[in-house]
């Protein structure tokens, strides 16, 4: 029985040795030039004026959010598309609708408190 994981034990091994040695021969065989401009953040070019850790806004996070759970819908507005006529039927169509309905109720409620306006 654990016969049959040996293949994937000595792969796992090789995955590893190869990724420990990769990361070994960079630190000692790379080069080494430290200068402050390497050291500061790419802008494009431009000059940074201000430090790269500065906080950013809950609104971000929140909009970041939203779009997750949007993208997610369309990610399951697929499949049921595919669906919906061989095998759903009726029932898979309610359940898209209450599915997007909850959606929306959701959507209308970030709306009404607000959490779209970028002030």
Do not use: Q
């Amino acid at each position: 029985m654990l016969s049959a994981y040996i293949p994937l034990l000595v792969f796992l091994a090789i995955v590893l040795a190869f990724g420990v040695g990769i990361t070994a021969a960079s630190n000692l065989l790379g080069p080494r030039h430290p200068t402050k401009a390497k050291g500061l953040p790419y802008e494009c070019g431009i000059v940074p004026s201000a430090s790269a850790r500065r906080r950013f806004a809950v609104t971000f996070y929140l909009t970041a959010m939203l779009f997750i759970v949007f993208d997610v819908e369309a990610v399951f507005l697929y499949p049921w598309a595919v669906l919906l006529r061989s095998t759903l039927h009726l029932f898979g169509l309610i359940e898209m609708l209450v599915f997007i309905a909850l959606l929306a109720v959701g959507l209308a409620y970030v709306w009404r408190k607000g959490a779209l306006e970028w002030d």
